[in-house]
């Protein structure tokens, strides 16, 4: 059974990697995972009474860091935000200013008598630093000596002590100054992500039974309710249009730039913005269902799923710590030994101790990661994970599915070939008589032709279906067989000798005669070709999978410049397929729509299903296109390459900047003052590095 839960007051990264570990050592649980980026807590758990689980919890969190509350993750409405600003390590403007003031003074005037000087200082260092030292004894008394809390409190006391009393405030003061940035630039970075992908409406103006306009809360309207849009408004509920016309900008949801048309019958999601028209909506979705909580969910559960790499960086930050703290104390005594300058290395071990905190590299990876989940979002890219992004980012080879993925999916009659003695509009008759009880595209497809022609059908009788081959049926007494050209050699029924033109062929006969052959063919996407062309660029290899007859998929893959083809695929074909490329060059992302491309885009390395598509696909694919257009694979890919990227490049960075500034230290390069910007300054910049992937386009 899984439980959400919020873990109040805490933004130590390294904390939280250490409260999910203990949580996951305990016999009740069988998954734990938090998220910094949301501070969700994720529990999957024997334990049913959810007060004790609760219990067990803050237990934990009470036996690692003070201060986490442990409470049950409500979803709080976009009016009623809970205030996330009641942080332990928050702190004071007031003190920060205090000791600013007294180290300007100290170190730029000469205004307080030497005799003051020192009490002056001690004085605002534990006006300052209290609240660190206070949290390292209690941390100490429970064995935790590696928090960031307990080194920076034994750093700047051993300056006090070595008499660097101007030092240990100062480095105290930029520490606050330090956390109190770091704690706003992850909440600033948090609530950028968040806010952008939280679309849901703050009140639905409901049309009551005698025509009258409420203003109710989005929770409180049921399906079937109609209400009322207005030109600007974003549509809160997902819905059918009963009344009105307008444009449709579903950017926000799709990533599509252009606004679409929206008639009476049209379906509409929610977070899209009405443009111009006044409309009224019938409610198909309560909120809950919605096209905004489905985005809002599927951002969150994807943010609680952790890439190799962040478990790798958590390892690695345990081991991190311990070394550089044996190291402080290896140069503290080991060269005053042969040199006799105790201060010296003394200090130069304290400026170890301010480095050796690990929180740059735990936090600014997952948070690397929240904002590429975010920025895709945004586009209509729904990332179902780190994973899914890390997984993307090793990708080698592209295998698409050919209709609905490259090509719409909406098959149109093209042409309609006759033999003597019959018209177009008889053998679509005939056809549509047979193809009137199938609900496959080509099928309605002909039926809705005869429709737009205005041609009159009898329904056949007796339709049996020939699988792999069409359908055989009886109309107004004649036997009709409509399928391939495999179910009229089947019949011994003789065809003219035809050339092959684009597009699925359809083939009638009537008592054993061809009297015709309807051609039908989807379209291109509009952004296939240039999409393809992209990643052919990019040194992708990209290969088409598909059912369809080698002919109509040669066709295609000549069109937009697919590289490879394999064709008349059954769906094990398909895996098959995938499985043999994975071998020949690596990581493999299969992209389709279809019911039956269920199992290939999961036994793909990255699977990838258009929103248009089944839900199966969606269900069991890694990422899903909202807009479900060949471009957002594109852009999936480029999303993937600079998450990854800006990710190793914060680990790399904090890593570098800390060995600077201890091999500087150890030949006097480097003071305390230097220590504490590779410590802090550093973080803030790996979270600002972080956000980026969010704003860029």
């Known amino acids: 059974m899984e439980r959400i839960f919020t873990l109040q007051n805490l933004n130590c990264a390294n904390c939280a990697s250490v409260i999910e570990e203990k ?21 999957t758990s024997t334990v049913e009474d959810m007060d004790a689980l609760q219990e067990q919890i803050q237990a934990v969190c009470d036996a690692t860091e003070d201060g986490v509350v442990v409470v049950p993750f409500v979803r709080a409405s976009k009016k009623a935000k809970q205030d996330d600003h009641d942080h332990e390590h ?29 009490p002056l200082l001690i004085v605002t260092f534990v006006v300052l630093g209290w609240r660190i030292v206070w949290a390292a004894v209690k941390n100490g008394m429970k064995g935790k000596f590696f928090d960031e809390n307990f080194l920076m409190s034994i750093a700047t006391i051993g300056a006090l002590i070595i008499g660097e009393y101007a030092e240990a405030v100062g480095v105290m003061l930029f520490f606050q100054v330090g956390i109190y940035f770091e704690e706003r630039a992850t909440e600033r970075s948090r609530n950028a992500v968040m806010d952008a992908v939280d679309l849901r409406p703050e009140e639905v103006r409901l049309i009551a039974c005698d025509g009258s306009v409420q203003v109710v809360n989005p929770e409180d309207v049921q399906v079937g309710s109609h209400i009322e849009i207005r030109p600007g408004d974003r549509i809160p509920l997902d819905g059918r249009v009963v009344e009105g016309t307008t444009r449709i900008d579903t950017a926000a949801v799709t990533g599509e730039p252009v606004p679409v048309s929206a008639t009476v019958g049209t379906e509409v999601m929610s977070g899209c913005i009405n443009v111009d028209g006044r409309i009224v909506l019938e409610v198909t979705h309560e909120l809950k269902d919605s096209m905004v909580m489905r985005i809002l969910d599927a951002v969150e559960n994807a943010a609680a799923s952790k890439p190799k790499i962040d478990r790798f960086i958590t390892r690695f930050s345990r081991v991190y710590t311990p070394i550089v703290v044996a190291l402080a104390i290896i140069v503290a005594v080991v060269p005053p030994l042969f040199t006799g300058e105790w201060q010296y290395w003394i200090y130069t071990a304290l400026t170890f101790l301010v480095v050796s905190c690990p929180c740059a590299l735990v936090l ?69 008589a047979l193809e009137a009880v199938s609900t496959h595209p080509i099928a309605m497809s002909i039926v809705e032709e005869v429709k737009r022609r205005g041609v009159e059908f009898t329904t056949a009788k007796d339709v049996k279906e020939i699988s792999g081959h069409g359908m055989v049926g009886t109309v107004e007494g004649h036997t009709v067989l409509v399928g391939n050209g495999r179910l009229l050699a089947k019949e011994n029924i003789a065809t003219p000798l035809i050339d092959y033109v684009y597009g699925s062929e359809v083939f009638v006969a009537v008592d054993g005669q061809y009297v015709g052959r309807i051609i039908i063919a989807d379209a291109l996407k509009a952004d296939s070709k240039e999409a393809i062309r992209r990643m052919n660029g990019k040194g992708y290899q990209t290969v088409m999978l598909t059912g369809d007859v080698a002919a109509s998929a040669k066709y295609i893959a000549q069109q937009v410049g697919i590289q490879g083809v394999r064709a008349e695929l059954l769906p094990q074909d398909k895996l098959e397929v995938v499985q043999s490329l994975r071998n020949d060059r ?50 999936s890919l480029s999303i993937a390459d600079r998450t990854l990227s800006i990710a190793w490049q914060n680990i790399f960075f904090a890593i570098a900047v800390k060995i600077i500034v201890m091999v500087a230290g150890v030949f006097g390069f480097a003071n ?3 220590a504490i910007f590779a410590d802090t300054g550093v973080s803030i910049l790996c979270i600002l590095n972080s956000i980026r992937i969010f704003y860029s386009k």
């Open 586 to 635: 690596g990581s493999v992302m299969f992209v389709g729509d279809g019911i039956n491309d269920a199992p290939v885009l999961t036994g793909a390395d990255v699977g990838g299903a258009m929103g248009s598509g089944a839900d199966s696909a969606i269900e069991a694919a890694d990422v899903v296109y909202m807009n479900s257009n060949l471009d957002s694979v594109w852009r």
């Open 672 to 674: 305390m003052w230097v």
């Open 364 to 432: 600014s990876v997952p948070l690397a990661f929240f904002s590429g989940i975010g920025a895709g979002s945004r586009q209509g890219i729904l990332f179902k994970g780190g994973k899914a992004i890390e997984a993307m980012s090793r990708v080698k080879a592209i295998a698409f599915d050919k209709t609905g993925t490259i090509t719409t999916g909406t098959f149109n009659v093209q042409t309609v070939e006759v033999a003597s003695g019959y018209t177009e509009n008889e053998v679509l008759e005939y056809a549509a």
């Open 23 to 43: 949580l996951n050592q305990l016999e009740s649980v069988s998954a734990a995972t938090f998220t910094i980026g949301t501070k969700q807590l994720r529990i």
């Open 90 to 118: 928050n702190a004071s403007l007031s003190a920060i200013i205090v000791g600013a003031i007294v180290m300007a003074v100290a170190e730029l005037t000469n205004w307080v008598p030497e005799q003051y000087m020192t």
